[in-house]
T-cell receptor
Framework: QKEVEQDPGPLSVPEGAIVSLNCTYS??????FMWYRQYSRKGPELLMY????GNKEDGRFTAQVDKSSKYISLFIRDSQPSDSATYLC???????????FGTGTSLTVIP | NAGVTQTPKFQVLKTGQSMTLQCAQD?????MSWYRQDPGMGLRLIHY???????DQGEVPNGYNVSRSTTEDFPLRLLSAAPSQTSVYFC???????????FGPGTRLTVT
């Protein structure tokens, strides 16, 4: 079983929609949770970073962590065509030395 | 700042050849790492370093060597290339452990 599971999609939504992206994990020791965005043929770029449980908001993006269910989510409000990319979740134990990534969800926002 | 730079961008190797993928950062970051990205597998950690002179294995270290003689550079060596090492390789760096990693543009490697 992989440490981190992520639905690969693809996900296609109209411009302005609310997008929900999710990951599940098996290691209850994970404490740091991140979301990266990766455009085609580019390196990933960090979007959001949360520690332990709870919500974090940054502009149109909200990250949620539910440690009891081992489930994390990223919500994108008022989605734009420029949000079209692959979204990767990543997580780590307290040491922060080794991060485990999901396989990524491909999102297309249609104008 | 150039951020994280990787060379070469593309490389084709024959089975059994060796080569070094270069990675450099100019942000004075202590933490650096190497990942490979394969379809359906996501990013997997190969090796990482928490500072000059300190390296450790990640999830998939076999067939790869690293060293960290300076804060800026973290080269990845393929000892004897195999077709299974065909992948896109990303280097990343971070000021504080692996949090908030900045990724390079990647090296696309094909082993025939």
């Amino acid at each position: 079983q992989k440490e981190v599971e992520q639905d690969p999609g693809p996900l296609s939504v109209p411009e302005g929609a609310i997008v929900s992206l999710n990951c599940t994990y098996s290691n209850s020791a994970f404490q740091y949770f991140m979301w990266y965005r990766q455009y085609s043929r580019k390196g990933p770029e960090l979007l959001m970073y949360t520690y332990s449980s709870g919500n974090k908001e940054d502009g149109r993006f909200t990250a949620q962590v539910d440690k009891s269910s081992k489930y994390i989510s990223l919500f994108i409000r008022d989605s734009q065509p420029s949000d079209s990319a692959t979204y990767l979740c990543a997580m780590s134990e307290n040491t922060g030395n080794q991060f485990y990534f999901g396989t990524g969800t491909s999102l297309t926002v249609i104008p | 700042n150039a951020g994280v730079t990787q060379t070469p961008k593309f490389q084709v190797l024959k089975t059994g050849q060796s080569m070094t993928l270069q990675c450099a950062q100019d942000m004075n970051h202590e933490y650096m790492s190497w990942y490979r990205q394969d379809p359906g597998m996501g990013l997997r950690l190969i090796h990482y370093s928490v500072g000059a002179g300190i390296t450790d294995q990640g999830e998939v270290p076999n067939g790869y060597n690293v060293s960290r003689s300076t804060t800026e550079d973290f080269p990845l060596r393929l000892l004897s290339a195999a077709p299974s090492q065909t992948s896109v390789y990303f280097c990343a760096s971070s000021r504080n452990r692996g949090y908030e990693q900045y990724f390079g543009p990647g090296t696309r490697l094909t082993v025939t």
